[in-house]
């Protein structure tokens, strides 16, 4: 199975800043990404697919870069509800997998 | 609204069985496919299941192959997952989920997710 290797695993920085996380796969998974972001309680939510495309109602300060192996999701200015844990996923390749997550924490 | 709700979880021997449930909502439930993902603190999210939209195809993980069965009913939008041969390492909080694709195009991505159902495999 293909294995998604997310870092930092966290993530300290203050509001209005840029956050940047990243998302390695033991192999190519071509755009074959998304990115979801989950709150304490709460289920996922689909943020970014095809490694760029954002879901229906994100904001655009959330955006996407990538492809074969390496990714990368960037917040370009944090507001306080975006503290939240990320995960990436593929689905190139059955079984579908995601990474461990990054949690994006108030410094 | 548009919404899943899970039920169905609780606390089980090893060994016994247990039937999640998702109630659909608010969008046409017989165009989607759904999948079924599971969340522990130690392993993180883990897909589980897929079952295409009219019921007909399904995939499982491998380490839950046999043991858990998904299905549907179209008629009253509702979801499932038979769950029989419980071990411990399957105690997790079980998501439904809907699929990103419409009908028979299958994205493997997750659009829609319900609150959750926990389940506690324990002795």
């Known amino acids: 199975e293909i294995v998604l290797t997310q870092s930092p695993a966290t993530l300290s920085l203050s509001p209005g800043e840029r956050a940047t996380l990243s998302c390695r796969a033991s192999?190519?998974?071509?755009?074959?990404l998304a990115w979801y972001q989950q709150k304490h309680g709460q289920a996922p939510r689909l943020l970014i697919y095809d490694a760029s495309t954002r879901a229906t109602g994100i904001p655009d300060r959330f955006s996407g870069s990538g492809s074969g192996t390496d990714f990368t999701l960037t917040i370009s200015s944090l507001e306080p509800e975006d503290f939240a844990v990320y995960y990436c996923q593929q689905r190139n390749k059955w079984p579908l997998t995601f990474g461990g997550g990054t949690k994006v924490e108030v410094k | 609204q548009v919404q899943l709700v899970e039920s169905g979880g609780g606390v089980v021997q090893p060994g016994k069985s247990l039937r999640l449930s998702c109630a659909a909502s608010?969008?046409?439930?017989?165009?989607?496919?759904m999948h079924w993902v599971r969340q522990t603190p130690g392993k993180g999210l883990e897909w589980v299941a897929l079952i295409s939209f009219d019921g007909n195809s399904n995939y499982y993980l491998e380490s839950i192959r046999g043991r858990f069965t998904i299905s549907r009913d179209n008629s009253n939008n509702i979801l499932y997952l038979q769950m029989k041969s419980l071990r411990v390492e399957d105690t997790a909080i079980y998501y439904c989920?809907?699929?990103?694709?419409?009908?028979?195009?299958?994205?493997?991505?997750?659009?829609?997710w319900g609150q959750g159902t926990p389940v506690t495999v324990s002795s």
């Open positions: 608010g969008f046409s439930f017989s165009n989607y496919a």
């Open positions: 192999q190519r998974v071509s755009s074959h």
């Open positions: 989920a809907r699929e990103h694709g419409w009908q028979q195009l299958v994205l493997g991505y997750f659009q829609l």
